[in-house]
């Protein structure tokens, strides 16, 4: 699943269609699994406006235009959102396609768990699924006191508190195990038992593990590409993920598989041991 630094790769491959004039919109008429059928009738109401930036929150992309309105998009497990010549035989599951005259912006999605919708640029944080996000873990950073008051009585555990989007939006399920191995913190520890001086080591954690895989940009375990078709590299740097049975980078230990709310959680049983 695409996670902060795929999702900014994605955005920062998506520069060339900024300046581009919408032609056209069409859809596949095919629900996806987190919302209705794309809204074609205002994807095509864009017609004639232009792309003037596109941006980021958390997992989430906004292509913004100058016609007030913005198209949200959220890859889901396995979206992709590629610019294309228009002559380019479509792919398989494409479900939205934006024209921009000789190109096109295109959206494919085989397990359909993404999401395309269009919002008011100026009220876009009303729309349901931006109004729950935390502050972006890269463009606002991770703020260690914000992160120790909101694990504050909770009992989750804290690789599942890192993955609520409310509390640093971005960070899922690769970098929360990435992050809480460089600051040699136990996943299954409760989040209430947060120290101080954990909350600090983990906020930095945090943002040295997604910009280290945004300088590789981001991790191709299967499905992720950027919007010019490229892969990511960081799959070859990550420190404990997908790495079980496999020695510790720090201590040798082998790295432990264990699964928390039915995902995937990495860690080294010597270095993390609380
Ligand atoms: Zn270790």
Not at 133 to 148: C, E, H
Not at 229 to 243: A, C, I, P, Q, T
Request: net charge positive.
């Amino acid at each position: 699943m695409p996670e902060l630094p795929e999702v900014e790769t994605v955005r920062r491959s998506l520069a060339p269609a900024v300046g581009a004039t919408i032609t056209d919109a069409w859809s596949r008429g095919v629900g996806l699994h987190m919302q209705r059928k794309p809204p074609l009738a205002a994807l095509k109401m864009l017609a004639g406006a232009t792309i003037t930036a596109v941006r980021r929150h958390g997992k989430y992309l906004l292509v913004d235009t100058d016609a007030g309105k913005s198209i949200l998009v959220h890859l889901g497990m396995t979206g992709r959102l590629r610019v294309v010549p228009s002559a380019q035989e479509r792919e398989a599951h494409t479900h939205v396609v934006i024209g921009l005259g000789a190109r096109q912006l295109r959206y494919a999605d085989a397990r359909r768990f993404g999401q395309v919708d269009v919002v008011e640029t100026a009220a876009e944080r009303a729309h349901a699924s931006l109004a729950v996000l935390g502050p972006d873990a890269l463009n606002d950073g991770v703020d260690p006191v914000a992160l120790l008051a909101r694990a504050k009585g909770k009992k989750a555990l804290l690789k599942t508190f890192l993955l609520d989007q409310s509390v640093v939006a971005g960070v899922g399920n690769i970098y929360a195990s990435e992050a809480l191995w460089r600051a040699k913190i136990r996943p299954s520890m409760r989040a209430h038992r947060l120290t101080a001086a954990k909350a600090t080591a983990l906020a930095a954690a945090i943002t040295e593990t997604l910009v280290r895989s945004l300088e590789n940009h981001g991790t191709t375990l299967r499905d992720f590409i950027a919007a010019d078709g490229s892969e990511g590299s960081n799959k070859e740097f990550l420190w404990v993920y997908d790495r079980d049975g496999l020695p510790c980078l720090r201590c040798k230990t082998l790295i432990k598989r264990t699964v928390h709310q039915g995902r995937a959680t990495y860690y080294c049983p010597t270095c993390q041991a609380a």
